[in-house]
């Protein structure tokens, strides 16, 4: 069964910058789509980046120009480079791989922590 273990949260000032860290288990995680999501205290989870096997990538608007997900397949993990952040990123960010066919999530993290202080 394939975990997923999310690294690199913690506090940082506004206009700062995190690099989050998902590893996988497993041997499949270079033909899963992976994704990044956040959830911050009474609001939804939203969908932060993705990242599929042919590396195509998707940033949501709002940290657009900021964040940049990346995934090196060698070591089975995937990336969240957070820069410039703001007391709004604040959030637990979870990471999650999606199944072979891209039509559900099938794993997710646990999430970490990043608060961003103004």
């Known amino acids: 069964q394939v975990q997923l273990v999310e690294s690199g949260g913690g506090l940082v000032q506004a206009g700062g910058s995190l690099r989050l860290s998902c590893a996988a288990s497993?041997?499949?995680?270079?033909?899963?789509?992976m994704a990044w999501y956040r959830q911050a205290p009474g609001m939804q989870r939203e969908l932060v980046a993705s990242?599929?096997?042919?590396?195509?990538?998707y940033v949501a608007d709002s940290v657009k120009g900021r964040f940049t997900i990346s995934r090196d397949n060698a070591k089975n993990t995937v990336y969240l480079q957070m820069n410039s952040l703001k007391p709004e990123d604040a959030a637990v960010y979870s990471c999650?791989?999606?199944?072979?066919?891209?039509?559900?999530?099938?794993?997710w993290g646990r999430g970490t922590l990043v608060t961003v202080s103004s």
């Open positions: 990242v599929t096997s042919g590396d195509n990538t």
């Open positions: 497993g041997s499949t995680f270079s033909a899963r789509t």
């Open positions: 999650a791989m999606y199944d072979f066919t891209d039509t559900y999530l099938e794993v």
